[in-house]
């Protein structure tokens, strides 16, 4: 043996001394360099977890009795597991970090009611460690709101766009008018964060979801929290029977909360009514609209307003404001008289349409909302305080939806 390894060495001198390359195949060159040193047996899920129970179903050993080499695993409480403690509804805590959303990165911004002038105020202010969108490791991301239930084109606000960064600064102030408390009672404002891209659709990078009675009236709330992602359901094809079931219960659920009859939200009107004893007649204020819906492939409007009093049996209760050219947010400000007895007038409903003019065709029609004894809600209220205290200018906030309620009668044409 030795000698057959002494005659190996001189071989290999023998080649170095006359000039020859050694020569190392690959296999031979990560044994001599990399070698990874003796290879140990890898552990097995099923020694961190021993089977409970004495005898030869159970293992044949008993819980207690887990091996001493290994290292108990250290497993978190369920809080730590899902980020910190969701708050209550309601509380004042609205900062919170959790390792499942922190990727999406986080949102800061303010919310302010005012309940004199009925308008919300959002200032959005910056954004930090948000998902990478696009190929150079960046995003350009802008924020949106909607209103829900009810989200449409009408009760849309967007930031401006912020170009290749993962924490933008936004600083800006979008606001909504025409919040009621009713409003303040049920609806939720989604902020979604998205990422522009002018090549393709834009992407959507998070979401935040806030109730707006968790607001105080007059008193601004700081928000610094966490994006989410919402997961959509699956389509129904692709459902089993139970989940099928189970997103059919959910949608009965969620417009049940929302009331019966539920239409689609076209924007706000603010309405002045008021009954003079001295003229023996009610005088119908059109101060302005907000958020309306957007008819024109400009993405604007030409809105103007006209009012009947319903019945109108000889056709002479048509009132129209002027067009408003290019805007969602009119001002109108102008003034109808209805001669009419108080007792008379109870009897009477107010019908109220908002319309977008077109040249050479049709106009179509953006919402409407009726005032009387058949309506609901705040129209319903608005209406019988103007009744019980005359002489009194009542200024309030209605939504526009895209039908008329049935007390309202049918609808003008679009030609009137």
């Given at each position: 043996?030795?000698?057959?390894?002494?005659?190996?060495?001189?071989?290999?001198?023998?080649?170095?001394?006359?000039?020859?390359?050694?020569?190392?195949?690959?296999?031979?060159?990560?044994?001599?360099?990399?070698?990874?040193?003796?290879?140990?047996?890898?552990?097995?899920?099923?020694?961190?977890?021993?089977?409970?129970?004495?005898?030869?179903?159970?293992?044949?050993?008993?819980?207690?009795?887990?091996?001493?080499?290994?290292?108990?695993?250290?497993?978190?409480?369920?809080?730590?597991?899902?980020?910190?403690?969701?708050?209550?509804?309601?509380?004042?805590?609205?900062?919170?970090?959790?390792?499942?959303?922190?990727?999406?990165?986080?949102?800061?911004?303010?919310?302010?009611?005012?309940?004199?002038?009925?308008?919300?105020?959002?200032?959005?202010?910056?954004?930090?460690?948000?998902?990478?969108?696009?190929?150079?490791?960046?995003?350009?991301?802008?924020?949106?709101?909607?209103?829900?239930?009810?989200?449409?084109?009408?009760?849309?606000?967007?930031?401006?766009?912020?170009?290749?960064?993962?924490?933008?600064?936004?600083?800006?102030?979008?606001?909504?008018?025409?919040?009621?408390?009713?409003?303040?009672?049920?609806?939720?404002?989604?902020?979604?964060?998205?990422?522009?891209?002018?090549?393709?659709?834009?992407?959507?990078?998070?979401?935040?979801?806030?109730?707006?009675?968790?607001?105080?009236?007059?008193?601004?709330?700081?928000?610094?929290?966490?994006?989410?992602?919402?997961?959509?359901?699956?389509?129904?094809?692709?459902?089993?029977?139970?989940?099928?079931?189970?997103?059919?219960?959910?949608?009965?659920?969620?417009?049940?909360?929302?009331?019966?009859?539920?239409?689609?939200?076209?924007?706000?009107?603010?309405?002045?009514?008021?009954?003079?004893?001295?003229?023996?007649?009610?005088?119908?204020?059109?101060?302005?609209?907000?958020?309306?819906?957007?008819?024109?492939?400009?993405?604007?409007?030409?809105?103007?307003?006209?009012t009947y009093l319903r019945?109108?049996?000889?056709?002479?209760?048509?009132?129209?404001?002027?067009?408003?050219?290019?805007?969602?947010?009119?001002?109108?400000?102008?003034?109808?008289?209805?001669?009419?007895?108080?007792?008379?007038?109870?009897?009477?409903?107010?019908?109220?349409?908002?319309?977008?003019?077109?040249?050479?065709?049709?106009?179509?029609?953006?919402?409407?909302?009726?005032?009387?004894?058949?309506?609901?809600?705040?129209?319903?209220?608005?209406?019988?305080?103007?009744?019980?205290?005359?002489?009194?200018?009542?200024?309030?906030?209605?939504?526009?939806t895209s039908e008329l309620?049935?007390?309202?009668?049918?609808?003008?044409?679009?030609?009137?």
């Open positions: 043996m030795a000698s057959a390894l002494s005659k190996a060495q001189g071989a290999c001198c023998m080649r170095a001394r006359r000039g020859d390359r050694m020569t190392i195949n690959i296999q031979e060159h990560m044994a001599i360099n990399v070698c990874p040193g003796p290879i140990r047996p890898i552990r097995q899920i099923s020694d961190y977890f021993p089977r409970l129970g004495p005898g030869p179903e159970g293992g044949g050993r008993d819980f207690r009795e887990a091996p001493a080499r290994l290292a108990p695993l250290a497993l978190a409480p369920p809080a730590a597991l899902l980020g910190a403690t969701t708050p209550e509804d309601g509380a004042e805590v609205d900062s919170y970090d959790s390792d499942d959303t922190t990727a999406l990165g986080m949102l800061e911004f303010d919310l302010l009611y005012d309940q004199a002038s009925c308008t919300l105020h959002c200032s959005i202010l910056r954004a930090k460690g948000l998902k990478p969108m696009d190929f150079n490791g960046l995003a350009d991301p802008y924020v949106k709101l909607h209103l829900l239930p009810g989200a449409c084109k009408a009760n849309k606000l967007k930031t401006k766009t912020q170009r290749n960064t993962l924490n933008p600064v936004w600083n800006e102030d979008l606001t909504y008018s025409g919040i009621t408390d009713q409003d303040i009672t049920h609806k939720v404002l989604r902020i979604s964060v998205c990422d522009e891209d002018k090549l393709s659709h834009n992407e959507f990078i998070g979401e935040i979801r806030v109730p707006l009675r968790r607001l105080k009236p007059s008193q601004k709330k700081h928000f610094n929290i966490c994006l989410e992602r919402q997961v959509p359901l699956a389509s129904p094809s692709s459902m089993s029977a139970a989940l099928r079931g189970i997103s059919c219960y959910l949608k009965e659920l969620e417009q049940a909360e929302q009331g019966p009859g539920l239409l689609e939200e076209r924007g706000r009107i603010l309405l002045s009514l008021s009954y003079s004893s001295r003229r023996r007649g009610l005088l119908v204020g059109i101060v302005r609209c907000a958020h309306l819906a957007a008819m024109d492939v400009n993405g604007y409007s030409d809105p103007y307003v006209k019945p109108d049996v000889d056709k002479k209760s048509k009132h129209k404001t002027c067009v408003k050219k290019k805007t969602l947010n009119p001002e109108f400000n102008e003034d109808f008289f209805y001669e009419m007895e108080l007792s008379t007038l109870a009897t009477k409903t107010l019908e109220v349409t908002v319309w977008d003019y077109d040249i050479g065709k049709s106009n179509d029609f953006i919402g409407g909302v009726s005032l009387g004894p058949g309506a609901r809600g705040e129209a319903r209220k608005h209406w019988s305080d103007c009744l019980q205290q005359p002489d009194a200018a009542l200024e309030r906030w209605h939504t526009l309620p049935p007390a309202a009668g049918a609808l003008p044409s679009a030609s009137a």
